[in-house]
């Protein structure tokens, strides 16, 4: 088995958590050990070669446990490659800024690491699981319904990680 690395992801709604999957997945067929979990059940970073952190915006912000994940474990995360990515509505606003807000919203989220490369994708959203004044609130943010995920786009991305990571797989046997 190659080297351990572990997938961290926030999740509200579970379409993080399905992104999670796929690019541990995609780490997985290349020959690496991964662990897939959500953030709120992480206990050790021991044992991690790098760490794949992950987490959907809301309300302009990256969900708060990845802040206080990243501050609780700032010093092993300084010392890891970690590659990062934001999942939320921003890459389908006809406002480019926008996708700039989103990653900035990562970057903050992330301080005072340095991710060796982050991404934005998009998510999914159902209006059924909303009240009336998230639905007003997701209009007049111009944040559109529906599954936008666009997983050949994700799988790419996890592809690259181990090369941007520093990583080598261990040989298929
Ligand atoms: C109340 C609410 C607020 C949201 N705010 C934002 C936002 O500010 N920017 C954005 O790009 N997406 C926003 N989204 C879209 C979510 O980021 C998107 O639905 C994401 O896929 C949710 O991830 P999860 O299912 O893992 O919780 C919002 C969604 C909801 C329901």
Do not use: C, H
Not at 9 to 16: C, E, H, K, Q, V
């Amino acid at each position: 088995m190659g080297a351990r690395i572990l997938v961290a992801y926030a999740t509200r709604n579970g379409s993080t958590a399905e992104i999670a999957r796929v690019i541990g997945k995609e780490l997985a067929d290349a020959g690496f050990s991964v662990d897939i979990t959500e953030i709120k059940n992480i206990t050790t970073l021991a044992g991690y070669a790098a760490i794949v952190i992950g987490g959907p915006l809301y309300m302009g912000s990256v969900d708060g446990t990845v802040g206080k994940f990243v501050g609780k474990n700032n010093g092993q995360l300084q010392n890891l490659p970690v590659a990062a990515f934001v999942v939320g509505l921003a890459p389908k606003n006809p406002d480019p800024k926008a996708a700039e807000q989103a990653m900035a919203a990562l970057k903050r989220s992330l301080e005072p690491v340095m991710p060796v490369t982050s991404a934005l994708f998009a998510g999914k959203l159902d209006p059924a699981t909303l009240n009336f004044v998230m639905r007003k609130f997701l209009e007049m943010a111009k944040i559109p319904a529906g599954d936008f995920r666009d997983w050949d786009l994700i799988a790419a991305w996890a592809r690259d990680l181990p090369a941007k990571m520093g990583l080598s797989p261990a040989p298929k046997s």
